[in-house]
């Protein structure tokens, strides 16, 4: 078998029918209720006409990206109980934005995050300094949904050319920009929930064929895992993967605090809190979110370790996509090509919808932040906010496009990481201390996102991840010297220090504090 995996897996015509009928179905839908988006309310928030019910589903489905259903996965297959540290770190992070984000945020703003870091500051600067830390967490974050794609691709087809990959890359760009033309949220939102529903059943199927398989004794499971790994019985223990020497400890440390952090400061997920009427149905969409997200990461530790072994690690580090191919090639084994194909059409699904909600966002991060408030100080031409939005999407689906090819091989857990650690170390201390500090002023926002998305991109670029490692974007020269792959450790507490001296040195803003505490807490005002 080891052989039929490093040469592609299933019938590429089973694989493609599956996966063209999803998107032609969710194409159709898109279209069927998107019948008005001609104002930025509509476009950007749809309304703000979603239950709290369907967003959670949705603000899953935005959540649950390629990282989650083939990184972690892979990560688990792999590594074992440091794989699964990824799952832990990304379900936990939610707590956050529960206790401290969700509801305030709703009745703070409008449609972006600048809408709320800007209330009580000088306008133009803050929005724009908002809007480049949107774009550039975006853009890493879609990064990894691409890197993804061709991965993803390249097992079921067999392609090992880069322009190969480079060309599903391209035609699942293409898509994902079609998904945002035409739909806008409301059609990003049903697609969202369409995939989450999806992703949900499937993850439940495959672990309880796995757990069938091995006659519901997870002892079994985790026995078989152990003996078709690698790394033996130490899969099974802590320290596989960030045990091995104290860099990789602090490593860990790091990776744990970008992932429980930055979830809060997501771009994306936290303008899904405006589709909702208010910041009750905020609170819930965040709820069930949660529970959505508890049963898929669940999910895949029994899929994680049963790809250990029914497929083993080292079929798993062989096959094209290396560790994000666990996920296909365990339904391989289970289900036959039917359901190699199902899964990988969810899969695909997963990656689409996620790159158009990241897409739509960063659109209207520039559209509305960028364009109608800093450019137009606040008074756009009638529909030249949308209109803008729409351009922008095009420019940064392109954009995608351009860096999936580069980050192709990557496994997309570590790269989502990645942005996880600028959100953290750009947006959220910028956003607690605007939503609970009266004194924190314009200086304080600007040093804390342009620090800490300064320091985070300056790290990451001098990391393992980007050369000087075996599996570096940029092979063949080595110009890092920071040990660690994730710079969270350093850049997030460097963003919250450089927030409290900013405003201890800056000019005090207090005309607009009373108003922002009230409505923030009770929304009034909040239209």
């Excluded at 079994?220 to 130490?234: H, I």
């Amino acid at each position: 078998m080891t052989t039929t995996l490093a040469a592609g897996v299933g019938e590429p015509g089973i694989n493609i029918g599956i996966f063209l009928a999803v998107v032609a179905v969710t194409l159709f839908i898109v279209y069927r209720v998107s019948t008005r988006n001609a104002s930025a309310a509509d476009y950007y928030a749809a309304g703000s006409a979603f239950t709290g019910v369907q967003n959670g589903i949705a603000l899953s489905g935005d959540y649950l990206s390629a990282a989650s259903f083939l990184g972690i996965a892979g990560a688990i297959a792999v590594n074992g109980y440091d794989g699964f540290l990824f799952s832990i770190g990304f379900m936990v992070a939610w707590l956050v934005p529960l206790l401290l984000i969700a509801e305030r945020f709703r009745n703070t703003g409008r449609f972006t995050m600048g809408d709320v870091i800007s209330f009580r500051m000088r306008q133009r600067p803050v929005r724009a300094a908002a809007a480049n830390a949107t774009l550039v967490i975006s853009f890493f974050y879609m990064l990894a949904q691409m890197a993804g794609a061709g991965g993803l691709v390249a097992l079921l087809l067999d392609i090992h050319s880069t322009g190969g990959q480079a060309l599903v890359i391209a035609v699942v760009g293409v898509i994902m920009i079609s998904y945002v033309l035409v739909g806008g949220m409301k059609g990003t939102t049903w697609v969202q929930i369409i995939k989450a529903t999806l992703l949900l059943v499937c993850v439940v199927m495959m672990s309880v064929f796995i757990l069938g398989k091995f006659g519901f004794n997870l002892s079994d499971l985790l026995g078989k895992a152990a003996q078709n790994n690698a790394l033996g019985e130490s899969v099974l223990d802590p320290g596989a993967r960030y045990g091995k020497s104290g860099t990789s400890r602090l490593d860990f440390v790091s990776l744990s605090l970008a992932l429980v952090l930055g979830a809060a400061a997501l771009p994306h997920v936290l303008m899904r809190f405006y589709t909702v009427p208010n910041a009750k149905e905020a609170r819930r969409s965040v709820v069930w979110a949660t529970w959505a997200m508890v049963i898929f990461y669940l999910s895949t530790l029994a899929i994680g370790y049963g790809a250990s072994a029914i497929v083993g690690s080292t079929a798993i580090t062989g096959a094209p996509g290396g560790e994000n191919s666990a996920a296909p090639l365990l339904a391989f084994h289970v289900g036959g090509a039917l359901l190699l194909g199902i899964v990988s059409a969810v899969a695909f699904t997963t990656i689409l919808a996620v790159v158009a909600g990241l897409t739509l966002t960063a659109s209207a991060s520039f559209a509305h932040d960028v364009y109608a408030n800093v450019i137009k100080r606040g008074h756009p031409e009638p529909g030249a906010e949308v209109r803008v939005a729409r351009l922008t999407a095009v420019v940064i689906g392109c954009l995608a496009i351009g860096g999936g090819i580069l980050a192709t091989g990557q496994n997309v857990a570590s790269l989502v990481a990645l942005a996880f650690a600028l959100a953290a170390s750009a947006n959220l201390p910028t956003l607690l201390y605007t939503l609970f500090w009266r004194g924190f002023n314009t200086t304080g926002t600007l040093w804390s996102i342009y620090g800490g998305l300064g320091s985070c991109l300056i790290l990451i670029v001098f990391s393992p991840v980007v050369s000087g490692a075996s599996n570096s974007i940029v092979t063949g020269v080595d110009f890092h010297w920071f040990p660690l792959s994730n710079p969270g450790i350093v850049s997030i507490p460097l963003s919250f220090v450089l927030g409290f001296v900013g405003a201890k040195l800056g000019r005090p803003e207090g005309t607009r504090d009373a108003e922002l505490e009230v409505r923030s807490i009770t929304g009034i005002g909040a239209g």
